[in-house]
């Protein structure tokens, strides 16, 4: 393609004009800047009914316009794990069925959707030279949506010293550890919003980085994202706002318990304090009538709460009898948890065969399989749609495929023996 000349005067504008973009765009894309009305946080409650606020029910997981259309679930084990081969996008001994393929495709998708600075956006990019994507969020946490990215691709065996995709984790790493701000109790990674949630996940994506390489890097800035969430805590309840400084919310804390499990896992300190406070709080939480969240009831699980107690019994039936849910995908993320660790702790299949396989289909029919964003998830119907977009749904609904497969620190086997206070686990050393 041939241009035509254009005027000395008009290439300095051109060129002034591109300097002035950069300059505009280069501070604000990196930043996780402060939540406001209109740009909620997809943790947060989302604008209709949630299953994690608590109602004037007797069960908050029901609802009179939500039937579980997988009560006929055909129960099978999954396939083996192990990632297909990425020319074909099929395992020899796997379908499109299994979920092999959705994973790769999501992970191709993720990919493209990396910024130049190594992040990844819930909202749309402010810069003009990054890969956009349709259906965007709002919320603009960076921090969070790093995390969770980062996570899908640790789940998949990944990791920034071996793999398919060793550049792009290695650069979304390095990202979250150029947004730490350190102070006296730690490192804080929850953004300009502070915004609990995000500090979790971004700590959970460190831990999980760090239990897998071992890598000398991380073990220092792990460490310190972990003690911030001890300094935090609300000594009084035991739990973790939504806010900093704001009153304790259960998926907030849940995420912070996750971040701590998988330091643990991996020979970080975990002070025991702070676990016991937790474990009162998430006790209260299951013992209210009116909310037995699944957030809750999965932290409820990895800080050692037996799955034979009768709170947890009767949580863990309601989520099995509704099934996977259609328009939360955070929900059933925690609710695929809660199932796996409750097969892995009693090595009972009954409730995991059906459940997975209705999870399983659901988001295997539900991925986009064709045109530009093919690989990822996308339903307008989702209680956070507007708040994450198609990142947030891509990310946890890659994350929940990958549970039974357990390349996840977290969701592995090990996961499940004992608890963050179990007795005589503080501190726990390295195993050189």
């Not at 060793?166 to 650069?171: A, C, F, H, L, S």
Request: glycine fraction near 10%.
């Amino acid at each position: 393609m041939k241009y035509g000349r254009l005027p000395h005067i008009a290439w300095l504008g051109a060129i002034a004009l591109g300097i002035a973009l950069l300059t505009t765009t280069s501070g604000s894309y990196t930043r996780c800047v402060a939540l406001g009305q209109d740009q909620a946080d997809p943790f947060g409650p989302p604008k209709t009914a949630d299953p994690f606020t608590p109602v004037e029910d007797d069960d908050p997981f029901d609802s009179a316009d939500d039937e579980n259309p997988f009560d006929s679930a055909v129960e099978t084990e999954p396939l083996a794990p192990g990632l297909p081969d990425r020319g074909t996008g099929l395992s020899d001994r796997g379908s499109w069925k299994s979920g092999e393929v959705a994973r790769p495709l999501s992970l191709d998708w993720l990919v493209k959707k990396q910024a130049g600075d190594g992040s990844w956006s819930f909202a749309e990019s402010e810069n003009p030279f990054e890969d956009t994507y349709s259906n965007p969020g709002k919320c603009p946490s960076r921090c969070g949506a790093t995390g969770l990215a980062l996570l899908a691709f640790l789940g998949a065996g990944q990791t920034h010293q071996e793999g398919q995709f060793q550049r792009t984790i290695d650069e979304g790493l390095k990202y979250l550890l150029d947004q730490f701000k350190s102070g006296p109790h730690g490192a804080n990674l929850c953004g300009e919003g502070d915004r609990m949630v995000w500090h979790g996940i971004a700590t959970l994506a460190l831990c999980e980085a760090y239990a897998m390489t071992r890598d000398p890097a991380l073990e220092n800035s792990a460490q310190r994202a972990l003690d911030f969430i001890a300094a935090v805590q609300d000594k009084r309840s035991g739990g973790w706002p939504a806010r900093l400084g704001g009153k304790p919310s259960p998926v907030a804390s849940a995420c912070q318990i996750l971040a701590m499990k998988s330091g643990h896992m991996g020979y970080l300190k975990v002070n025991p304090k702070t676990v016991r406070r937790a474990a009162r709080y998430f006790d209260a939480e299951l013992s209210n009538d009116r909310t037995e969240m699944v957030a809750g009831l999965l932290a409820r699980m990895l800080i050692g709460g037996e799955t034979s107690e009768p709170a947890m019994r009767r949580a863990v039936r309601r989520i099995v009898k509704r099934g996977p849910v259609e328009n939360d995908v955070v929900h059933n993320y925690f609710a695929h948890q809660v199932i796996h660790y409750k097969r892995l702790r009693e090595s009972d299949k009954s409730q995991w065969i059906p459940w997975y396989s209705a999870m399983r289909e659901q988001l295997v029919d539900s991925q986009i399989g064709d045109g530009d964003e093919r690989g990822s998830w996308w339903n307008p119907r989702d209680v956070r749609a507007r708040q994450g977009g198609r990142l947030l749904q891509t990310a946890l609904s890659t994350l929940t495929l990958e549970v039974y497969y357990g390349h996840l620190p977290i969701y592995s086997s090990k996961s499940a023996e004992g608890g963050l206070k179990s007795p005589g686990s503080y501190p726990m050393s390295p195993k050189r």
